[in-house]
Protein backbone atom coordinates (compact mmCIF):
# COMPACT_ATOMS: atom_id res chain seq x y z
CA UNK A 1 0.00 0.00 0.00
CA UNK A 2 3.00 2.17 -0.68
CA UNK A 3 3.83 4.59 -3.46
CA UNK A 4 7.19 5.70 -4.35
CA UNK A 5 8.25 9.08 -6.31
CA UNK A 6 11.60 8.36 -8.21
CA UNK A 7 13.87 8.73 -10.85
CA UNK A 8 15.11 12.47 -11.97
CA UNK A 9 14.24 13.89 -8.81
CA UNK A 10 16.82 15.10 -5.55
CA UNK A 11 15.41 12.85 -3.22
CA UNK A 12 13.20 9.71 -3.91
CA UNK A 13 10.01 9.59 -1.61
CA UNK A 14 8.05 6.40 -0.42
CA UNK A 15 4.43 8.11 0.15
CA UNK A 16 1.92 5.53 3.06
CA UNK A 17 -1.50 6.84 1.75
CA UNK A 18 -2.81 4.60 4.84
CA UNK A 19 -1.74 7.26 7.39
CA UNK A 20 -3.04 10.14 5.31
CA UNK A 21 -6.43 9.93 6.77
CA UNK A 22 -4.95 12.08 10.41
CA UNK A 23 -2.88 14.71 7.70
CA UNK A 24 -4.72 17.92 7.90
CA UNK A 25 -3.63 18.36 4.03
CA UNK A 26 -6.30 15.91 2.87
CA UNK A 27 -9.32 17.58 1.12
CA UNK A 28 -12.86 16.23 0.51
CA UNK A 29 -13.21 14.86 -2.83
CA UNK A 30 -16.48 16.45 -3.45
CA UNK A 31 -14.86 19.63 -2.26
CA UNK A 32 -11.26 19.44 -4.11
CA UNK A 33 -12.15 20.79 -7.37
CA UNK A 34 -14.81 23.15 -5.95
CA UNK A 35 -12.68 24.81 -3.76
CA UNK A 36 -9.98 25.60 -7.24
CA UNK A 37 -12.80 27.24 -8.72
CA UNK A 38 -13.91 29.77 -5.84
CA UNK A 39 -10.51 30.24 -4.52
CA UNK A 40 -9.74 31.98 -7.96
CA UNK A 41 -13.41 34.08 -8.23
CA UNK A 42 -12.28 35.45 -4.50
CA UNK A 43 -9.02 37.08 -5.55
CA UNK A 44 -10.63 40.44 -4.25
CA UNK A 45 -10.56 38.91 -0.63
CA UNK A 46 -7.35 38.16 -0.47
CA UNK A 47 -6.02 41.29 1.09
CA UNK A 48 -8.97 40.20 3.88
CA UNK A 49 -7.84 36.80 4.67
CA UNK A 50 -4.15 37.80 4.55
CA UNK A 51 -5.69 40.41 7.37
CA UNK A 52 -7.48 37.26 9.50
CA UNK A 53 -4.20 35.50 9.08
CA UNK A 54 -2.57 38.10 10.73
CA UNK A 55 -4.54 38.52 13.13
CA UNK A 56 -4.82 34.91 13.95
CA UNK A 57 -0.83 34.80 14.41
CA UNK A 58 -1.41 37.65 16.50
CA UNK A 59 -3.90 35.82 18.98
CA UNK A 60 -1.34 32.73 18.99
CA UNK A 61 1.66 34.43 19.67
CA UNK A 62 0.01 36.27 22.89
CA UNK A 63 -1.10 33.07 24.45
CA UNK A 64 0.84 30.92 27.53
CA UNK A 65 0.84 27.95 25.59
CA UNK A 66 1.07 26.92 22.17
CA UNK A 67 -1.76 25.26 19.85
CA UNK A 68 -2.17 21.86 20.98
CA UNK A 69 -3.12 19.16 18.40
CA UNK A 70 -6.18 17.61 19.60
CA UNK A 71 -6.99 14.61 19.47
CA UNK A 72 -10.46 13.24 17.04
CA UNK A 73 -13.48 13.36 19.10
CA UNK A 74 -15.83 10.46 18.41
CA UNK A 75 -18.30 12.72 15.51
CA UNK A 76 -15.33 13.77 13.89
CA UNK A 77 -13.76 10.55 13.60
CA UNK A 78 -17.41 8.78 12.17
CA UNK A 79 -17.16 11.94 10.16
CA UNK A 80 -13.82 10.61 8.73
CA UNK A 81 -15.17 7.40 7.74
CA UNK A 82 -18.11 9.02 5.29
CA UNK A 83 -16.00 10.88 3.11
CA UNK A 84 -13.96 10.66 0.30
CA UNK A 85 -10.82 12.15 0.67
CA UNK A 86 -7.26 13.11 -2.14
CA UNK A 87 -4.45 14.66 -1.36
CA UNK A 88 -3.02 17.45 -3.41
CA UNK A 89 0.65 16.57 -4.44
CA UNK A 90 2.34 19.47 -4.22
CA UNK A 91 4.06 19.37 -0.73
CA UNK A 92 5.44 15.69 -1.58
CA UNK A 93 6.53 17.17 -5.10
CA UNK A 94 8.51 20.20 -3.69
CA UNK A 95 9.91 17.96 -1.07
CA UNK A 96 11.09 15.77 -3.84
CA UNK A 97 13.12 18.26 -5.46
CA UNK A 98 12.06 17.35 -9.28
CA UNK A 99 15.12 18.19 -11.06
CA UNK A 100 15.17 20.64 -13.95
CA UNK A 101 15.89 18.08 -16.88
CA UNK A 102 12.81 16.32 -16.04
CA UNK A 103 10.61 15.90 -19.25
CA UNK A 104 7.48 13.97 -18.23
CA UNK A 105 6.19 11.75 -15.54
CA UNK A 106 5.12 8.15 -15.86
CA UNK A 107 2.50 6.92 -13.66
CA UNK A 108 2.80 2.98 -12.97
CA UNK A 109 0.11 0.84 -12.85
CA UNK A 110 -1.03 -2.69 -12.88
CA UNK A 111 -2.18 -1.96 -16.38
CA UNK A 112 -0.86 0.14 -19.21
CA UNK A 113 1.12 3.28 -17.82
CA UNK A 114 0.17 6.93 -18.41
CA UNK A 115 2.63 9.65 -19.12
CA UNK A 116 1.60 13.05 -18.23
CA UNK A 117 3.51 16.64 -17.60
CA UNK A 118 5.16 17.82 -14.80
CA UNK A 119 2.69 20.63 -14.55
CA UNK A 120 -0.11 18.16 -14.37
CA UNK A 121 1.39 16.16 -11.50
CA UNK A 122 2.14 19.41 -9.50
CA UNK A 123 -1.34 20.33 -9.33
CA UNK A 124 -2.90 16.69 -9.36
CA UNK A 125 -4.85 14.98 -6.03
CA UNK A 126 -4.26 11.51 -5.23
CA UNK A 127 -7.47 9.90 -3.81
CA UNK A 128 -6.59 7.19 -1.02
CA UNK A 129 -9.93 6.86 0.58
CA UNK A 130 -13.16 5.89 -0.48
CA UNK A 131 -16.50 6.23 1.96
CA UNK A 132 -13.29 6.48 4.49
CA UNK A 133 -11.84 3.50 3.74
CA UNK A 134 -8.37 2.60 1.95
CA UNK A 135 -8.52 1.83 -1.62
CA UNK A 136 -8.19 -2.07 -2.49
CA UNK A 137 -9.23 -2.91 -5.42
CA UNK A 138 -8.40 0.14 -7.58
CA UNK A 139 -5.32 1.68 -5.07
CA UNK A 140 -3.26 1.91 -3.36
CA UNK A 141 -4.28 5.43 -4.70
CA UNK A 142 -6.11 7.00 -8.24
CA UNK A 143 -4.84 10.23 -9.77
CA UNK A 144 -7.14 12.99 -10.29
CA UNK A 145 -6.36 16.26 -12.22
CA UNK A 146 -6.38 19.60 -10.36
CA UNK A 147 -8.47 20.99 -13.34
CA UNK A 148 -11.02 17.87 -12.88
CA UNK A 149 -10.63 16.94 -16.27
CA UNK A 150 -10.64 13.15 -15.32
CA UNK A 151 -13.00 13.65 -12.86
CA UNK A 152 -15.26 10.93 -13.80
CA UNK A 153 -11.98 8.51 -15.09
CA UNK A 154 -9.17 9.20 -12.30
CA UNK A 155 -6.06 6.73 -13.02
CA UNK A 156 -6.16 3.71 -11.04
CA UNK A 157 -4.14 1.55 -9.14
CA UNK A 158 -0.83 3.80 -9.63
CA UNK A 159 1.94 1.79 -8.08
CA UNK A 160 5.08 4.17 -8.95
CA UNK A 161 5.63 7.72 -9.63
CA UNK A 162 8.31 8.20 -11.76
CA UNK A 163 9.74 11.55 -12.85
CA UNK A 164 11.53 10.57 -16.38
Known amino acids: MIVQIKGNVRFPITLDPTVWIFDDR ?37 KIKPPVNKSLNRYEREQALKHSYVMPLEHFIKNAEINESAE ?36 PVQ ?15 IKEIIID
Request: avoid cysteine.
Open 26 to 62: KVILEEAFTKNKTDSDDEDDQPAKTAELFNQEIYFQK
Open 104 to 139: RVILKTDGDDNVISKEQLESSYLLFAFNGKPLKDDG
Open 143 to 157: LYFGDGSNQHDPIKG
